[in-house]
Every structure is written in structure tokens, then in C-alpha cells.
């Protein structure tokens, strides 16, 4: 149970400190986009983890360990320096606004990947559930790997799935309080949390 709680943690940090930049910029995320973000997170997560179980029965567990040790240790490496990864990619994308990918709407995902705030494509202050899509999507992009890296062993992911729907409410109603409470004009980055956490599920893989 401890692993499917810090595994899911490392997720719900995500749509926390997304959340947090909402309550800073004032934009409300009613109970319906809340739900939507939720679930999208979710379902991703739990089908990552059932394509990675899928493995099990194809792959020698000795391999299968090795292969689950080197992609959470890569993406708990990944989520320490996410932060100077986020800026730079933002820079390519001021500086090349001609470059779209228009297959279900990636180009826009990407951006509100790199900042979470631009989901308000109408900048009503006010997320709707078809933004809330873009947002949910954009943060389920690590989920997918984290996913598929913890699935591949022998973990239970209906638990993991259920934490899920309970600490992603949970975290995105948390983070927008932290941000309405404490208007700082600062961008809060707790990516590196992530990979700490991360790297230490990764060493508990091999020991």
C-alpha cells in the first residue's frame, strides 16, 4: 500500500501545484472541471498500468525489474530538473509560434503542459469541461510513463487508481485554497519533490 501511495502522491503533486498557479491567477475550477481533471487523470493512469502489467506475462521478472528500476530512475531524474526543462521549452515555443501539431490538439497540450494557466484558452477565469480536457490530458502525460514503469510489476493498480480519484480531488481543491490564500506573485515549482520520490520507488525496485 505504501508504494501505491507514493506513487500516486508524485502524480497529485502535479495537478497540486497546477492548481496552486490557478488560485494565484484567481481562475475557478468548478466541481464539474474538477471531477473531468480528475477522472482523464485517472483513466490514463490506470490504462498505462494495464499495458505495463501486460508485460509481465511476455518478460522475465528478473528483466522486468531492471527495465522498472531504469524508467522511474530516468523519470525521477527527469522530474528534478523539469523545471529548467519547462523553461527552455517555453522559449521554443515563443519563438516559434509557427510551429503547430494539430493532431488532436497536441500543439495546445504541450503548451499548457509547460504552463498549466493557459487550459483557460478563453481567459474567462472560469474552466470549463471541455478545458478541462486540454489541462487533464496535459497532466497526464507523466502519469503515462509513471504508469507504465509501476505496471510492469507486480502492483496492485486498481488501489493505485482508486488513491488516484481521492488525492487528485484532493490536491487540485488544495492547491486552489494554498493559491487563493496566498497571493504570491511567484511560480511555486514542486517538480523536484516528484523525483526524489520517484528515484526512491525506483532503488526499492532492486533492493
Not at 95 to 113: A, D, H, P, Q
Request: glycine letters at 8%.
Amino acid at each position: 500500500m505504501l508504494e501505491s501511495i507514493l506513487l500516486v502522491l508524485v502524480l497529485s503533486i502535479d495537478a497540486f501545484a497546477a492548481s496552486i498557479a490557478y488560485g494565484l491567477n484567481d481562475i475557478k475550477i468548478p466541481i464539474r472541471s474538477i471531477l473531468v481533471i480528475d477522472f482523464i487523470c485517472a483513466f490514463f493512469l490506470g490504462l498505462s498500468m494495464l499495458i505495463g502489467s501486460m508485460f509481465r506475462m511476455l518478460i522475465p521478472e528478473r528483466i522486468l525489474i531492471i527495465i522498472s528500476f531504469f524508467i522511474l530512475l530516468s523519470l525521477g531524474i527527469y522530474y528534478l530538473f523539469e523545471g529548467i526543462v519547462k523553461a527552455n521549452l517555453e522559449k521554443v515555443l515563443k519563438s516559434n509560434r509557427k510551429i503547430k501539431v494539430n493532431v488532436f490538439n497536441l500543439g495546445l497540450i504541450v503548451e499548457i503542459y509547460v504552463d498549466q494557466t493557459k487550459a483557460d484558452i478563453n481567459f474567462s477565469k472560469d474552466l470549463s469541461s471541455k478545458e478541462a480536457l486540454y489541462l487533464g490530458a496535459a497532466l497526464s502525460l507523466d502519469s503515462i510513463a509513471v504508469g507504465f514503469g509501476s505496471g510492469i510489476m507486480d502492483i496492485n493498480y486498481l488501489q493505485v487508481v482508486i488513491f488516484s480519484l481521492i488525492f487528485g480531488i484532493i490536491a487540485i481543491w488544495g492547491g486552489l485554497l494554498v493559491g487563493r490564500k496566498f497571493a504570491l506573485n511567484t511560480k511555486i515549482d514542486l517538480s523536484w519533490l516528484s523525483g526524489i520520490i520517484l528515484i526512491i520507488l525506483a532503488i526499492s525496485k532492486i533492493l
